[in-house]
């Protein structure tokens, strides 16, 4: 069974407005972590934003945050003002609380931004 | 740089044949994490060693080996490599105790 899924088709976005990347996921471990990466086309994995299960503030870093509705297990990215730069691949994973840190990662959203 | 070096960056090889690829982790990471990256499959975990010994197993073939050395660095062998085997490898790394990890480059593979 999939536990992440991104199903939105490859989006294009205006250079300085925001995007929501969405991710739903499954899982019947309460305790569990989720992060984004961004794969640009030189190939490289980049770790933009992680979650925790417990948190109780969602998750920010920079230009990047983190909507997180435990109830729905929906962990969507929000790009605010939108550079050339972030044109690129991404993904979303969840780490299960089996003590061994392996992510389970989605198919992945394109994002293209346009001047 | 991320830290994580992974080499070669691209291998062309053909049908049968068998390669080695090099992770070297960040600084005072003990864990090791290899991942392959194809079309139809997606991002899928293969394998995690940590301080040596092989700590869990994904979805990886029995013609992939991997080991992690007393150094820390790993390989990850392929071997009767056929066409559907071309994809990028990544490795991870990360400390214990830190969810999430950092990734290498990545060695993308073509197998002719």
């Known amino acids: 069974a999939q536990k992440i899924t991104q199903t939105q088709p490859g989006m294009f976005v205006q250079e300085k407005e925001a995007v929501t990347l969405d991710c739903t996921y499954d899982t019947s471990d309460p305790s569990y972590g989720l992060f984004w990466y961004k794969q640009p086309s030189s190939g490289e994995m980049i770790f933009l934003i992680y979650q925790g299960s417990y948190d109780q503030q969602n998750a920010t870093e920079g230009r990047y945050s983190l909507n997180f509705q435990k109830a729905r297990k929906s962990a969507n990215l929000v790009i605010s003002a939108s550079q050339l730069g972030d044109s690129a691949m991404y993904f979303c994973?969840?780490?299960?609380?089996?003590?061994?840190?392996?992510?389970?990662f989605g198919k992945g959203n394109q994002v293209v931004v346009i001047p | 740089d991320s830290g994580v070096t992974q080499t070669p960056k691209h291998l062309i090889t053909a049908t049968g044949q068998r390669v080695t690829l090099r992770c070297s982790p960040r600084s005072g990471d003990l864990s090791v994490y290899w991942y392959q990256q194809s079309l139809d499959q997606g991002l899928q975990f293969l394998i995690q060693?940590?301080?040596?010994?092989?700590?869990a197993k994904g979805n990886i073939l029995e013609r992939f080996s991997a080991q992690q050395f007393p150094d820390l660095h790993s390989e990850l062998n392929l071997s009767s490599l056929e066409l559907g085997d071309s994809a990028l490898y990544f490795c991870?790394?990360?400390?214990?105790?830190?969810?999430?990890?950092?990734f290498g480059s990545g060695t993308r593979l073509t197998v002719v």
């Open positions: 994973a969840m780490r299960e609380g089996d003590g061994n840190n392996r992510l389970a």
């Open positions: 991870a790394s990360s400390v214990p105790g830190v969810y999430g990890y950092t």
């Open positions: 060693y940590y301080n040596g010994e092989e700590r």
